[in-house]
């Protein structure tokens, strides 16, 4: 046994003494691989992970931007679709940009044209 009592004191053999002097060093050694190991995690994680969480953070906005515009164009194409299901938006769109008019109808241009006259 290591360690021995006598009356009611406890002492430590002096070769028990050489062994927890020798697992010291270990002891230092666990705690400086320890340290080692969350430096090398945080460098890694600052020069490497981080720059590529940026990153992903600046595309996941620039997405965001793009679907909220794609969905503002899906509705003003919806509420054309269904201006198109009407009769009288396609009279006024085919009279206005084509110059077409319903039978018994007269078109007449009401814009000044001094280069004429």
């Given at each position: 046994?290591?360690?021995?009592?006598?009356?009611?004191?406890?002492?430590?053999?002096?070769?028990?003494?050489?062994?927890?002097?020798?697992?010291?060093?270990?002891?230092?050694?666990?705690?400086?691989?320890?340290?080692?190991?969350?430096?090398?995690?945080?460098?890694?994680?600052?020069?490497?992970?981080?720059?590529?969480?940026?990153?992903?953070?600046?595309?996941?906005?620039?997405?965001?931007?793009?679907?909220?515009?794609?969905?503002?164009?899906?509705?003003?194409?919806?509420?054309?679709?269904?201006?198109?299901?009407?009769?009288?938006?396609?009279?006024?769109?085919?009279?206005?940009?084509?110059?077409?008019?319903?039978?018994?109808?007269?078109?007449?241009?009401l814009q000044n044209n001094s280069q004429h006259g």
């Amino acid at each position: 046994m290591l360690a021995t009592r006598q009356h009611g004191k406890t002492t430590v053999a002096p070769n028990a003494r050489t062994q927890i002097r020798q697992r010291h060093p270990l002891f230092r050694l666990r705690y400086l691989a320890l340290i080692v190991i969350c430096g090398w995690s945080l460098f890694h994680y600052l020069h490497a992970e981080r720059p590529q969480l940026v990153n992903l953070q600046a595309q996941h906005q620039q997405y965001a931007s793009q679907l909220s515009q794609l969905k503002a164009q899906n509705q003003r194409l919806q509420q054309e679709k269904q201006q198109l299901n009407s009769d009288a938006y396609i009279e006024k769109y085919s009279a206005q940009n084509f110059g077409l008019t319903m039978p018994g109808q007269v078109p007449f241009d009401l814009q000044n044209n001094s280069q004429h006259g």
